[in-house]
């Protein structure tokens, strides 16, 4: 069983920055593939970013491409979500996903559907 958590929410002005962070409790996962969603009131959960286990290949909306970049550490068994030049519709729980792909390792996941491991979400604020 992979526990995920995140961290690095709060709030922070429009233009600010925030880097989240993702580690998942009780196993490595160095051949999960792991993904950035969120969700804002009302809306749908949607990707963001994602990156293969490899991290070799990388996945981004177009919402936030150039803004935010998506990577990985697998020595410390973190995944990171950097956000640059936040806006205030990037206001969301963020949640971070992990999907075992050994047999895939630059394989991307943008689908909700096709992660299985889910944390509990942290909130990003970004006031106008």
């Known amino acids: 069983q992979v526990q995920l958590v995140e961290s690095g929410g709060g709030l922070v002005q429009a233009g600010g920055s925030l880097r989240l962070s993702c580690a998942p409790s009780?196993?490595?996962?160095?051949?999960?593939?792991m993904g950035w969603f969120r969700q804002a009131p009302g809306k749908g959960r949607e990707c963001v970013a994602a990156i293969s286990w490899n991290g070799g290949n990388t996945y981004y909306a177009d919402s936030v491409k150039g803004r935010f970049t998506v990577s990985r550490d697998n020595a410390k068994n973190t995944v990171y979500l950097q956000m640059n030049s936040l806006k205030p519709e990037d206001t969301a729980v963020y949640y971070c996903?992990?999907?075992?792909?050994?047999?895939?390792?630059?394989?991307?996941?943008?689908?909700?559907?096709?992660?299985?491991?889910w944390g509990q979400g942290t909130q990003v604020t970004v006031s106008s």
């Open positions: 996903a992990a999907e075992s792909s050994s047999a895939y390792p630059s394989r991307v996941y943008v689908f909700r559907h096709e992660y299985g491991y």
């Open positions: 009780g196993r490595t996962f160095g051949n999960y593939a």
